[in-house]
T-cell receptor, first 112, second 114 residues
């Protein structure tokens, strides 16, 4: 049972490049989400999904796209990277309803 | 005003001290209260999870919720150098369509000195 896995661990992009951050979970959780963590800002929700085929925006969705074709995977796409997207990105999953969110190890992204 | 306020620290204490970490919040709809521990360059991991007001104890950790004051606390007894980490408070409330809104504090950095 690997829990929540994220790839890559580190990434450096140039402004304007696109990329996909991968997230997978093997706990059969319905709910998955993406957060970004910046100094002094805490964890901010980017997008979330309550099940395969269903996604919605969080607090800071601009510049990011998501899709959920399977229960296990929830990739985050950066369409045209900007320096303001330099951050640490965490994927999380949980069962439906209230409950503990399980976090992945994070992806450190730098946009030059 | 932020929905959740948390002192960023850093907080330095000697080994064996009792540590008190706190958060205040403004939204009375929050029902579930959590404390996460985050080691450097790692993802947050859940330490304590409570519902409504009261105390919950787990080993050296005690979580306290006072909904009337909109104040939550985490106490660490007999602190160890391995407790050195950033502690995030979090709370959630039911939103639209049965989903739950989670809000995280900015985290308090704790260093326990040997």
């Amino acid at each position: 049972n690997a829990g929540v896995t994220q790839t890559p661990k580190f990434q450096v992009l140039k402004t304007g490049q696109s990329m996909t951050l991968q997230c997978a979970q093997d706990m059969n959780h319905e709910y998955m989400s993406w957060y970004r963590q910046d100094p002094g800002m805490g964890l901010r929700l980017i997008h979330y999904s309550v099940g395969a085929g269903i996604t919605d925006q969080g607090e800071v969705p601009n510049g990011y796209n998501v899709s959920r074709s399977t229960t296990e995977d929830f990739p985050l796409r950066l369409l045209s990277a900007a320096p303001s997207q330099t951050s640490v990105y965490f994927c999380a999953s949980k069962v439906a309803g209230a409950g503990e969110q399980f976090f992945g190890p994070g992806t450190r992204l730098t946009v030059l | 005003q932020k929905e959740v306020e948390q002192d960023p620290g850093p907080l330095s204490v000697p080994e064996g001290a009792i540590v008190s970490l706190n958060c205040t919040y403004s939204n009375s709809a929050f029902q579930y209260f959590m404390w996460y521990r985050q080691y450097s360059r790692k993802g947050p991991e859940l330490l304590m999870y409570t519902y409504s007001s009261g105390n919950k104890e787990d080993g050296r950790f005690t979580a306290q919720v006072d909904k009337s004051s909109k104040y939550i606390s985490l106490f660490i007894r007999d602190s160890q150098p391995s407790d050195s980490a950033t502690y995030l408070c979090a709370m959630s409330a039911e939103g639209n369509s049965g989903t739950y809104k989670y809000i995280f504090g900015t985290g308090t950095r704790l260093k326990v000195l040997a």
